[in-house]
């Protein structure tokens, strides 16, 4: 694809956007109007504005919000999200007014920029969207990217439309990347080697957040085995790993939460073991517990012995493994992890992750190290230190806009 054919047909399909929007967001006014570009702001403009996709993408400004305010504590800042688990995220994070962000049309994207009038424009991973990038661009603002990565799903994509990809990342005045791969990928599809430079992960900067208080205490005989954000094509693995950890000691308990509750009700179905649904009972006398709620894993992997992160062994590209590895927890994924390539990489080499060729290979690994608490004790504890020695990525990428120039001044 070319960038005249794309803006060729944004513009088609532009003046429908309002009859769009009623057919793709039904149910919530406020939502559609923010898509459309109908953001009520009352910040008076001259915003910072952080751009995101979804909730792990959120995840990752808030370091950066939290140093910029630091630096800049009367400059006002937005973020915009693309779905509305960021969007929910989004509104936790302090010094920050969150929104939807406009669809890529022209009318949509002018009147988000009108709102706005940002000063700064920084876009985080690869959300690289050309009609809102044009005319941020154009208004005279600077585009920026931190944590960028492109994965070799997403460089397959781009390599389909390369022309596109390389106009827009020549508007960049700065691109921070998370690993030297990413910034050899950028600089294939375009981007000025001047503005790529290497900062790591925002996402390491992140505190872990304290688990909501539940319900739920473990003894001190019980064993956790949580399987997290559990995606179609891994559940059998899943359920044939819960059969056997259930079967080989009593005192074992599981927690699977599917990343997406709807299907809760599918797993229950195709399994003969007896369930407690977190929804429904929240003393759950099962040894087997069904996470079919949002919110709450984070609570069950700070409870865990041993984690499974899903989205790994189907090809889904990974979730975030730092989420048990915050509480020294170690961690098993599957080989497809290109999502956080570069965190699974960290924790890897720490050797707080080991990675399941197979989804066959799992109950194998998982009894293993059930039977080993020292070697849970220093995996956990290799991935806690991991983590603390590699943050500063939000403060490296921060600093680089202060040096280039890039960071506004206080107020308008």
Known sequence: MNETFYRIVTRMIDPIGPLLGRVWVRGDSLERRERLGGQA????????????????????TEPLIREIASRRPDNPVVLTV?????????????????????????????????????????????????????EVHRSGCPVVLANGRVSRRAEGRMRWARPLYARTLRRFS?????????????LRFGASEEALFLHGNTKLDTQAPAPPALPLHRSGEERWVVFGSVRSGEEDAVRSAVRAVLDEDPR??????????ERAAAFLRESSIPWSRWSED???R????????????????????????????SRHGGHNPLEP??????????????????????????????????????????????????ERKKRGEAGRQAIAAHRGAAKRFVDRLEKEGLLPGEGV
């Open 41 to 60: 702001w009352e910040g008076g403009g001259a915003a910072i504005w952080l751009h995101a996709a979804s909730a792990g993408e959120v995840e990752a």
């Open 82 to 134: 693309m779905t509305r688990a960021g969007r929910r995220r989004a509104g936790k994070i302090a010094h920050a007014a969150s929104f939807f962000a406009p669809v890529d049309l022209p009318t949509p994207v002018r009147r988000s920029v009108a709102t706005f009038r940002p000063r700064l424009f920084l876009l985080v991973e690869t959300e690289l969207w050309p009609n809102l990038i044009d």
């Open 282 to 284: 929240r003393s759950p």
């Open 286 to 313: 099962s040894r087997a517990v069904l996470v079919d709620t949002v919110g709450d894993l984070l609570s069950f992997y700070a409870l865990a012995d041993v984690a499974f992160v899903g989205g790994s062994i």
């Open 325 to 374: 590895a915050r509480f020294a927890v170690p961690v098993l994924m599957g080989p497809h992890r290109e999502n956080c390539q570069e965190l699974a990489d960290l924790l890897e080499e720490a050797g707080a992750l080991e990675v399941v060729p197979a989804g066959e290979r799992l109950t194998g690994r998982i009894l293993a190290l059930l039977g080993d608490p020292d």
């Open 174 to 186: 700065l691109i921070g990347v998370q690993r030297e791969i990413d910034r050899q990928r950028f």
């Open 252 to 261: 074992n308990r599981v927690a699977v939460a599917p990343r997406h509750p």
